[in-house]
């Protein structure tokens, strides 16, 4: 009995640990063109009790000529890789991660690991894509919709300018599936494995959407 009572107690400081905060997303996928001027996708951080954290880029995996800055939850310049914040109890905190590809497609992971009150440790990753493709017709695209993003193992596809053809690539380039729209009707794409997508809508040759799609 005394055994089970001390483990008890010892397991109550990882408990606490665990219930100080929580982070909404750890993996986060965006993409652009080599005409964006930068790239950003964000998270938050729920602060449950007062913290103290701690953070460091422990991973930049990126093409040489690209630039990246955080906020967390003030904006920091281009070349901090570290800091630290205190928040308050019952708090969400804005982190975000910008992209400056500055004309150079490619591919990169951006990984951050947070430390919570000396102990706690997360990890959050951003995947950058930057396509070289641009001309893209906006009109089109504004009607295009993928959703759910993510999704599980299911995407739903409406908009689609009859005539275009889709095709679904996944991260290494490969094509995971093609269709030929017929009508603007909603076209389902199913039983995709998780893993991030590349979508690619083209009509009369041209390009009209590209977009990162994820499924769980």
Known sequence: MRLLSALLLGLMPVLAFGQSHS???HELFMSGTVEDIDININTYYNAIDAVQVEWTIVEADIPEGWEFS????????IGVVEANAQF???????????VYPNGIAGEGILRMQLTTN?????????HASIDAVSGIDHRLTAGIQAFPVPCVGQLQLEGIPAGATVVLQD????????????SAQRNVIDKLTPGAYILTTTLDGQIVDRRRILSL
């Open 171 to 182: 991260h290494a380039g490969a094509t995971v599936r093609k269709l030929r729209v017929t």
């Open 88 to 98: 308050p109890a019952a708090s969400e905190q804005y982190l975000n991660c910008h």
């Open 118 to 126: 000396g102990a706690a440790q997360d990890t959050v990753t951003w």
């Open 23 to 25: 982070i909404d997303e």
């Open 70 to 77: 955080f906020c967390f939850p003030n904006c920091h310049p």
